[in-house]
T-cell receptor
Framework: DAGVTQSPTHLIKTRGQQVTLRCSPK?????VSWYQQALGQGPQFIFQYYEEEERQRGNFPDRFSGHQFPNYSSELNVNALLLGDSALYLC????????????FGPGTRLLVL | EDQVTQSPEALRLQEGESSSLNCSYTVSGLRGLFWYRQDPGKGPEFLFT???AGEEKEKERLKATLTKKESFLHITAPKPEDSATYLCAVQAPGGYQKVTFGIGTKLQVIP
């Protein structure tokens, strides 16, 4: 049973550029959430997707946007990158109907120079 | 706004020396309280979900308990491989599954 997968594992960008991160949920899961984790901090909720729509959003600017596809996979897009966007970006999947616990992927480490 | 406070921020134990990690939370109702383990540079690994005060769950050397205001993660006779950051998180009822995390407790177990 495949768990949550994310790509790429590492990414280096420069300020002002745009980045797209990808996530495939655990088999049987239909809900995807994205988190940002700065060094030494806990994960911070960015937003959640269910049925291809953004359902809830944390305190992140509009530069952060996302998408969910019919196969439940998801993308996180960040525009106009800032140095402060450097972090580990985590994707978590769950099953909406049974309200199961979220399972996390390995993350994408983004470094903005 | 939901809040999670974990203490201590860091803990150093000798192998075999039992201890407890604390998670205090403020949430409007509680759908669930979660414990995760996170190794450096990796995604959090699910350990436990607790739903109501008085509930307890165990897994190997770990035992999680829940009261109305806090949760404890008890580590019995830890081994060096238990070294990791332990994250606590809460989820309020209703709506969609936003989860609020604490900053974690970094545990180091010395042989």
């Amino acid at each position: 049973d495949a768990g949550v997968t994310q790509s790429p594992t590492h990414l280096i960008k420069t300020r002002g550029q745009q980045v797209t991160l990808r996530c495939s949920p655990k088999s049987g899961h239909d809900t995807v959430s994205w988190y940002q984790q700065a060094l030494g901090q806990g994960p911070q909720f960015i937003f959640q997707y269910y049925e291809e729509e953004e359902r809830q959003r944390g305190n992140f600017p509009d530069r952060f946007s996302g998408h969910q596809f019919p196969n439940y996979s998801s993308e996180l897009n960040v525009n106009a990158l800032l140095l402060g966007d450097s972090a580990l970006y985590l994707c978590a999947s769950s099953k909406r109907q049974t309200q199961e616990t979220q399972y996390f992927g390995p993350g994408t480490r983004l470094l903005v120079l | 706004e939901d809040q999670v406070t974990q203490s201590p921020e860091a803990l150093r134990l000798q192998e075999g020396e039992s201890s407890s990690l604390n998670c205090s939370y403020t949430v409007s109702g509680l759908r669930g309280l979660f414990w995760y383990r996170q190794d450096p540079g990796k995604g959090p690994e699910f350990l436990f979900t607790l739903y109501s005060a008085g509930e307890e769950k165990e897994k190997e050397r770990l035992k999680a308990t829940l009261t109305k205001k806090e949760s404890f993660l008890h580590i019995t006779a830890p081994k060096p491989e238990d070294s990791a950051t332990y994250l606590c998180a809460v989820q309020a009822p209703g709506g969609y599954q936003k989860v609020t995390f604490g900053i974690g407790t970094k545990l180091q177990v010395i042989p």
